[in-house]
């Protein structure tokens, strides 16, 4: 997530943390940004409007994001971040929650327009492509922990292919919700995990 020298004391203050009205203006203005993301889509979501909507300022937002797709990031990414789990040691629990925080994401609407909108422009857009690996790292980062703390504890093959196994947990729900456009609950994600596991479950 990109970060703004504005959050922090002048060069030189030690012991001086975050400015609180820097980060009150950040909120302020991601929640304006995911506002206008749901409303009207990514377009919508300019220094602009966003200003208009937050009460921010334009200077203070080219400081935090220099282009709208930084704002769209962090808009997005401040979802993902607040529904990761922290993993307790349970492989099939913690698979099954982080999956769940996913299926959920997937249904919020931020979220999901968000998502709709990289993948829509990636193909035409490097800035939107490089978006997509983003959203993506900070996505799977959890689930990946999970598979490879498993993976260690004998729990998963050692041979296991950690980013296969991330599209085989996370690709039936990201094909049946942004591309089918279906609704569903946790028992699809229990579903994918207990198939997942009874296909790796170490043999002997």
């Known amino acids: 997530m990109s970060t703004s020298s504005a959050a922090y004391g002048p060069p030189g203050t030690p012991g001086r943390g975050p400015d609180p009205r820097a980060a009150r203006s ?39 994001w ?63 492509a490089r978006l997509k690996q983003e959203l993506y790292a900070a996505g799977s980062r959890v689930q990946r922990e999970i598979l490879e703390r498993a993976r260690a504890a004998g729990e998963l093959p050692a041979d296991l292919d950690v980013d296969l196994a991330v599209d085989r947990l996370a690709g039936p729900l990201v094909y049946r919700r942004l591309l089918a456009g279906a ?17 790796e479950a170490p043999r002997g």
């Open 26 to 64: 950040r909120a302020a203005a991601l929640a304006a940004a995911q506002e206008l993301l749901v409303e009207q889509g990514w377009a919508a979501v300019t220094h602009v409007a966003v200003a208009a909507r937050s009460g921010v300022g334009r200077t203070t937002l080219y400081r935090h």
């Open 66 to 128: 220099p282009d709208t797709s930084g704002m769209l990031r962090d808009a997005v990414v401040q979802r993902i971040q607040a529904a990761h789990i922290t993993p307790s040691g349970d492989l099939r629990a913690d698979l099954v929650g982080e999956l769940d925080a996913l299926r959920r994401l997937l249904h919020d609407p931020v979220s999901e327009h968000g998502m709709r909108a990289v993948i829509e422009r990636a193909g035409v857009d490097p800035v939107f």
């Open 183 to 199: 609704e569903f609950g946790t028992d699809v994600v229990e579903a994918v995990v207990d198939g997942f596991l009874a296909a």
